[in-house]
């Protein structure tokens, strides 16, 4: 079967943050050792409450692959992808690229392999 040229997107923005937990002093870490619970808590209550919920799409996710890097998500289709340390930072994230389509550049994160 082939593809269409152009399919149809059901979010403007679709949000995958790790969720992953590892016992504490798992070797490889994990972004839910690194307290990104709350973090992902409050940025799905900022989407709600922010009246995105219809166009920015929000999941949990299992390990991104880059567990000591953590707390990770990544924003599609633009690809960015965050590390949020602190609440605030959930709250940079959301006013820059979420509802002002701009980086919220300090807390970028390149990933390499």
């Given at each position: 079967?082939?593809?269409?040229?152009?399919?149809?997107?059901?979010?403007?923005?679709?949000?995958?943050?790790?969720?992953?937990?590892?016992?504490?002093?798992?070797?490889?870490?994990?972004?839910?050792?690194?307290?990104?619970?709350?973090?992902?808590?409050?940025?799905?209550?900022?989407?709600?409450?922010g009246g995105l919920s219809?166009?920015?799409?929000?999941?949990?996710?299992?390990?991104?692959?880059?567990?000591?890097?953590?707390?990770?998500?990544?924003?599609?289709?633009?690809?960015?992808?965050?590390?949020?340390?602190?609440?605030?930072?959930?709250?940079?994230?959301?006013?820059?690229?979420?509802?002002?389509?701009?980086?919220?550049?300090?807390?970028?994160?390149?990933?390499?392999?």
């Open positions: 079967m082939e593809l269409p040229e152009e399919l149809p997107q059901l979010y403007k923005r679709h949000i995958f943050a790790c969720a992953t937990q590892r016992p504490p002093m798992h070797p490889r870490g994990s972004c839910g050792a690194s307290g990104a619970q709350p973090l992902w808590e409050k940025l799905g209550k900022k989407i709600e409450e219809a166009d920015v799409g929000f999941t949990l996710a299992g390990c991104m692959g880059f567990c000591s890097a953590g707390p990770l998500m990544v924003i599609y289709p633009e690809g960015v992808w965050y590390r949020p340390q602190k609440e605030e930072d959930i709250d940079t994230i959301f006013e820059s690229h979420l509802k002002n389509d701009q980086l919220a550049e300090d807390l970028v994160v390149v990933l390499s392999r």
